[in-house]
């Protein structure tokens, strides 16, 4: 599998969910509480703490959330305090492979598998019509077949820690079930 994947953002909300995502990265370094004080960051310029260099529009962005201050709460927030600006449901894959590309040396079967784990765990939030979507999305088209996934997804997590916080950096990206709570167990 490839470590860096590329993915065309289609949509206002998720180009926005991914910047999100982009500038929280650096929470995820030991003794970095903020964001606005990591300085190997590009935020610091979004929030005009540095001089923009020529190749960066920070405009755009800062634009949708009503300016520097809008844009620094959305970052700095917690999930459930973000504006709804979630993805579609149907693009719930693409965030879960987007995390999956990042965080994960895991290929083949073994993503399949995260992959899975997570989209079922993501769906046990959604509506039944939305879950439904995901389950095909997820090739799940029988409730024998989604029966069997849940069984599976369940003993991957609890052999792997690591699906909780890849669960988790999901949410970031799908808005509209994250604002009802961290990651749980498959149901």
């Known amino acids: 599998g490839q470590r860096f994947t590329s993915r065309e953002l289609v949509s206002t909300t998720y180009i926005a ?15 970095v509480d903020s964001s606005e004080r990591y300085r190997w960051s590009s935020h610091r310029t979004y929030l005009g703490h540095r001089r ?3 190749w960066l ?4 962005i800062r634009t949708w959330f009503g300016g520097v201050d809008g844009f620094a ?8 305090d973000a504006p709804d600006t ?4 149907d693009d719930v894959t693409t965030a879960i492979d987007l995390v ?10 073994s993503v399949m598998a995260r992959r899975r784990a997570i989209g079922l765990a993501i769906a046990t939030h959604l509506p ?13 088209e029988t409730d024998s077949a989604l029966r069997s ?5 369940r003993l991957a997590q609890s052999s792997d820690p690591t699906l909780a916080v890849l669960t988790a950096r999901v949410a970031e990206l799908t808005r509209p079930w994250a604002r009802h709570g961290p990651a749980r167990r498959v149901a």
Request: hydrophobic residues 35%.
């Open 17 to 31: 969910n991914v910047a999100r995502y982009i500038h929280r990265n650096p929470l995820d370094i030991p003794r």
């Open 52 to 54: 923009r260099p020529p």
């Open 57 to 60: 529009f920070t405009e755009p």
């Open 73 to 80: 709460r959305f970052v700095d927030g917690a999930p459930g």
């Open 86 to 89: 979630g993805i579609p449901t």
């Open 100 to 109: 999956l590309a990042e965080r994960s040396a895991d290929t083949g079967r």
């Open 128 to 140: 039944r019509r939305d879950a439904q979507r995901l389950h095909a999305a997820l090739g799940i």
């Open 149 to 153: 996934a849940v069984h599976r997804a």
